[in-house]
């Protein structure tokens, strides 16, 4: 995922915003502000619809942060360790370092987002009771209306179809019961991807009916928890396949290196088309001290080639841009995929502060490859 705006940090936890999330805000302050609210409280002017309508659209992507900061306090809690949540179109997406590893520690972690909502979802309802409808209509509609779009998110999030909390539940409950983690995803998988059928046919048929924008939105959802139902079992797959193996039964060795004090232009002459690699260790008297890529390359104009050296292009390393032998191939790819590696794609490996390989996401994908093509098939 790509990276969004990073906002502030609540309970040790980077907040951002993907830039969709800016098309959802407009979409639903627009609908409110034109739809609901006017419906609702007739006999008011457009300034005060539109005032409503973004103040309710903004409280609804709290009462989503809320949610989602429910998952991951919990999670880091019981040592997940997840340090970014990003809000993006259709909700939330939080960075893991690594999944549960039991069912139990799923469950705590699926369940606190359902009680977060239910939380708020009674809040507002008692918030909203106690207004006097003469006095503060307004007020007391956007109560209303949070108390019934939270109750609306915990009912939507509570069908039991993966990735939805309610199919984290159900998966974790199966887990817990069987001790058969790929069964249980797999049941939740396909029970998700039924949902979202449903979603896509009812919307749809909405679009046939003519609600147009309603039913296009059911369609991106469908489509989006397809997709997610899909990519969650395939992470159970991956995981089961990296299942025992070390960076060091698949990185790459020997590894090809550059010296520093090389040009870039004989870098790319001697290394870049002649071995055809993304990127390449640079080392300062035999130490590793950067990693040269075709994006640093790219980042030096042509005719500066000849006298910039390779040092001064190249990605300086920190100890979180290498990797240990004995690392955990599965932590390995999360810490590829999380972003950390700043688009390197590669990450060299060091034992005791030597170079001894390079692995990256290509290293693990053929692995990955190789034993789909050796996987039994099925009768």
């Not at 903004?58 to 429910?70: D, G, I, K, N, T």
């Not at 503060?136 to 009912?155: C, E, R, T």
């Not at 060299?348 to 170079?355: H, I, M, T």
């Amino acid at each position: 995922m790509a990276k969004g705006i990073k906002l502030f940090k609540l309970l040790g936890i980077q907040i951002s915003l993907d830039y969709t999330w800016f098309i959802v805000l407009v979409l639903f302050s627009w609908s409110l502000a034109y739809g609901y609210f006017p419906m609702k409280n007739p006999g008011f002017g457009t300034g005060t619809y539109l005032a409503m309508g973004i103040i309710s659209a903004l409280l609804l992507f709290a009462c989503v942060l809320a949610h989602e900061l429910s998952h991951s306090y919990t999670a880091n809690r019981l040592g997940m360790d997840i340090h970014e949540i990003t809000l993006f179109i259709f909700g939330g997406v939080a960075r893991l370092t690594k999944e549960p590893e039991d069912g139990a520690t799923e469950l705590k972690i699926a369940i606190a987002g359902p009680i977060a909502s239910l939380v708020l979802a009674a809040l507002f309802y008692g918030a909203s009771r106690a207004i006097d409808p003469e006095t503060y209509p307004l007020l007391k509609s956007v109560l209303s209306y949070l108390a019934f779009i939270n109750f609306m998110l915990l009912a939507f999030n509570m069908i039991p179809g993966f990735p939805l909390d309610g199919g984290r539940v159900f998966r974790a409950i199966w887990w817990m019961k069987t001790g058969d983690i790929d069964r249980a995803t797999k049941i939740a998988s396909t029970i998700g991807k039924g949902f979202a059928v449903f979603l896509i046919a009812m919307g749809l048929i909405q679009i046939f009916m003519g609600n147009f924008v309603g039913g296009l939105w059911f369609v991106f959802i469908g489509v989006f928890v397809q997709q997610a139902a899909e990519g969650g079992y395939q992470q159970v797959v991956i995981k089961k396949a990296l299942e025992g193996l070390k960076v060091k039964d698949l990185m790459s060795k020997p590894v090809i290196t550059i010296k520093s004090s090389m040009s870039l232009a004989d870098a790319v002459e001697e290394f870049f088309f002649k071995f055809h690699h993304a990127a390449f260790p640079v080392m300062t008297d035999g130490r590793l001290t950067g990693l040269l890529t075709l994006t640093n390359v790219r980042g030096v104009k042509k005719d500066d080639w000849p006298t910039t050296p390779v040092g001064e292009a190249a990605h300086k390393l920190d100890l979180e841009d290498t990797m240990s032998p004995e690392d955990n191939a599965m932590d390995a790819l999360a810490k590829m995929m999380s972003g950390q590696a700043d688009n390197l794609g590669k990450f060299p490996v060091v034992a005791s502060g030597e170079l001894v390989g390079i692995i990256s996401r290509r290293d693990i994908l053929h692995l990955l490859e190789f034993k789909g093509g050796l996987k039994k098939p099925s009768t």
